[in-house]
Antibody
Framework: QVQLQESGPGLLKPSETLSLTCTVS??????????WSWVRQSPEKGLEWIGY???????DYNPSLKSRVTISVDTSKNQFSLKLTSVTAADTAVYYC????????????WGQGILVTVSS | DIVMTQTPLSSPVTLGQPASISCRSS???????????LSWLQQRPGQPPRLLIY???NRFSGVPDRFSGSGAGTDFTLRISRVEAEDVGVYYC?????????FGQGTRLEIK
C-alpha cells in the first residue's frame, strides 16, 4: 500500500524559503505514470493545488505560485520535495503531498499533512 | 480559474438516511479527450483528504458502495445512500480538467 509522509520545518519567518520533503513507501517514484503533487489547505483559501512533478521529471505549477515554487523528485531516496521562496503569512497552511494518476492528478493517495506557520 | 461551488455548505443528516451534495463548476469539465475529471474527496476530522470518487462516478479502491457520484458538464452530485457515523466530515469536489486544478469550498456533513 502506498504511503506518503511529509517532513520539514514547521515555523518560518517572512521572506524565508519553505522546504518540505515527502517520503514515499510502497511505491517507486521511478516507475509508473504517476503525478507527485503538493496541495495546501488553509482556513482562508481552503484546498489549493500547488503543482506536480510527473514521473518523467516534468513539472507544472499553479500560476498563482509559479514564480516561487519548485517541485523536484529524488528517485534514489524515493522522495520528492517542495520549495516555496519568499514566504509570507499568507503561506501559512497545512501542506499535503499526494500521488495521483491521470484520472485524478490532484491525488489518489495523500500524506498526513504538515502544518507550516509563517510568523515573525 | 474554474470555480467550484458546492451546496449546501452544511448538511445535518439522520443516521441511516440518505444525503446528497451538489457541486457546480463555472465551466464545462468535459476535456478534449472526452473524459470529465471531476472527483470527490472526504476529509474526516483531523485527517487528510481521502479520494472517494473519480471521473464523476467511479468509486476508488476500498470506498463503500453507499457512496455514488453522478452528473455531467457543469453539474455533479455525490450521494450517500445510508449515512453512517464514520461519514461525518467535510466533502470536497475537485476538477482536474482545466489548469489550474481547483477545489470546492467543502460541505460539512454532520449527524442530527
Amino acid at each position: 500500500q502506498v504511503q506518503l509522509q511529509e517532513s520539514g520545518p514547521g515555523l518560518l519567518k517572512p521572506s524565508e524559503t519553505l522546504s518540505l520533503t515527502c517520503t514515499v513507501s510502497g511505491a517507486s517514484l521511478s516507475s509508473g505514470r504517476h503525478f507527485w503533487s503538493w496541495v495546501r489547505q488553509s482556513p482562508e483559501k481552503g484546498l489549493e493545488w500547488i503543482g506536480y512533478s510527473y514521473y518523467t521529471g516534468n513539472s507544472d505549477y499553479n500560476p498563482s505560485l509559479k514564480s516561487r515554487v519548485t517541485i523536484s523528485v529524488d528517485t534514489s531516496k524515493n522522495q520528492f520535495s517542495l520549495k516555496l521562496t519568499s514566504v509570507t503569512a499568507a503561506d501559512t497552511a497545512v501542506y499535503y503531498c499526494a500521488r495521483g494518476e491521470e484520472r485524478v492528478v490532484q491525488g489518489e493517495y495523500w500524506g498526513q499533512g504538515i502544518l507550516v506557520t509563517v510568523s515573525s | 480559474d474554474i470555480v467550484m461551488t458546492q451546496t449546501p455548505l452544511s448538511s445535518p443528516v439522520t443516521l441511516g438516511q440518505p444525503a446528497s451534495i451538489s457541486c457546480r463548476s463555472s465551466q464545462s469539465l468535459v476535456r478534449s479527450d472526452g473524459n470529465t475529471y471531476l472527483s470527490w474527496l472526504q476529509q474526516r476530522p483531523g485527517q487528510p483528504p481521502r479520494l472517494l470518487i473519480y471521473k464523476i462516478s467511479n468509486r476508488f479502491s476500498g470506498v463503500p458502495d453507499r457512496f455514488s457520484g453522478s452528473g455531467a458538464g457543469t453539474d455533479f452530485t455525490l450521494r450517500i445512500s445510508r449515512v453512517e457515523a464514520e461519514d461525518v466530515g467535510v466533502y470536497y469536489c475537485t476538477q482536474g480538467t482545466l489548469f489550474p486544478y481547483t477545489f470546492g469550498q467543502g460541505t460539512r456533513l454532520e449527524i442530527k
